[in-house]
């Protein structure tokens, strides 16, 4: 068994084709058969199904994969090393993050890596909190940035900063008259959110049965869907508050703080425990520093230097 054939694996694993995934490895199809045949045979197991279409993983070459994944993981952190330790930032670096958090920050985030670190390869995906951390665990991505705190073993959980949270009313709706409305003021109110789909909720309901937690309300989905349903439908979203600059002049009348008490939710970094390249975090996080409203600078982690 040798790395480059762990890589061959994982290339047929993500393309599901051996072709498309010689082609990726610059390799003839039938050289790159023959080397997953070889190791299938040192391993005495078939890691792939080739009677199907596309090609799948069986059983237990689905096992070997995701092993086959961390293990290049551990090999590419040698180099990050060597980077770091030279003081030179570059290669790959996957981030994902929630939906809420994407607009407010993906933009801004491949604006300062590509000022100040051209040398970073940034690629940035919108993923569920436990896709993830999935992800994180099989190391498919370096960082993930989600509501918080998930309390997850095995991960570094880093928060970043707090936001509280707008109501957006409807102009039909008698709170609308209201510079501010009380968070009891929400209750029995009609209030669009999206979790596990786009639904109308009672929030009396929901107080009631103890699972009023705004940071969740929005994690699959986009906070513009949900202002235009209160545009067309009449009642209330929430909005977390770094969101108000996205918002459309014309539908900021429509924006009321939440008070007493004001609800907030804390945006975390997630790394894996062994993740090592300190120079790349740290970037990430002045980034993010730099993404954010100044209002919320008060709340960003304040080290200096982050030390793994």
């Known amino acids: 068994m040798n790395l480059q054939q762990l890589r061959y694996i994982t290339a047929i694993d993500e393309y ?13 199809q039938p050289t790159l058969s023959l080397m997953v045949k070889k190791l299938e045979e040192e391993l005495d197991v078939r890691i792939f199904d080739r009677e199907v279409h596309p090609v799948t993983p069986t059983e237990v070459g689905r096992k070997i994969i995701d092993q086959a994944k961390v293990v290049l993981y551990h090999v590419n952190q040698i180099a990050e090393i060597i980077q770091s330790e030279k003081e030179l930032i570059s290669g790959h670096l996957r981030v994902a993050l929630i939906s809420t958090v994407s607009p407010v920050l993906v933009p801004g985030l491949f604006k300062y890596f590509s000022r100040h670190y051209p040398l970073i390869s940034l690629q940035a995906e919108e993923m569920i909190t436990d896709t993830i951390i999935d992800k994180l665990r099989k190391a498919e991505v370096e960082m993930g940035i989600v509501a918080g ?3 997850e073993q095995n991960l570094l959980e880093i928060p970043l900063y707090h936001e509280g949270f707008l109501a957006y009313v409807s102009p039909d709706n008698p709170l609308y008259s209201e510079s501010e409305i009380r968070n009891e003021q929400l209750y029995g109110q009609p209030l669009w959110i999206i979790r596990d789909g786009l639904r109308k909720e009672d929030l009396s309901e929901m107080e009631k049965a103890g699972v009023v937690t705004y940071e969740r309300f929005f994690e699959g989905g986009r906070v513009g869907m949900l202002i235009q ?23 900021q009348s429509g924006l009321r703080p939440i008070i007493q008490p004001k609800r907030t939710r804390t945006i975390s970094l997630l790394l894996r425990n062994d993740y090592i390249h300190e120079a790349l975090l740290n970037a990430v996080v002045a980034a993010i520093k730099d993404c954010i409203p100044h209002t919320l600078w008060d709340n960003v982690i304040r080290h200096q230097h982050l030390t793994l």
Do not use: W, Y
């Open 16 to 28: 599901c084709h051996f072709g498309k995934a010689a082609e990726a490895c610059d390799l003839t």
């Open 149 to 151: 705190p998930v309390n």
């Open 229 to 251: 349903m209160v545009n067309e439908n009449g009642g209330i979203t929430i909005v977390p508050e770094t969101h108000r600059d996205l918002i459309l002049p014309s539908q």
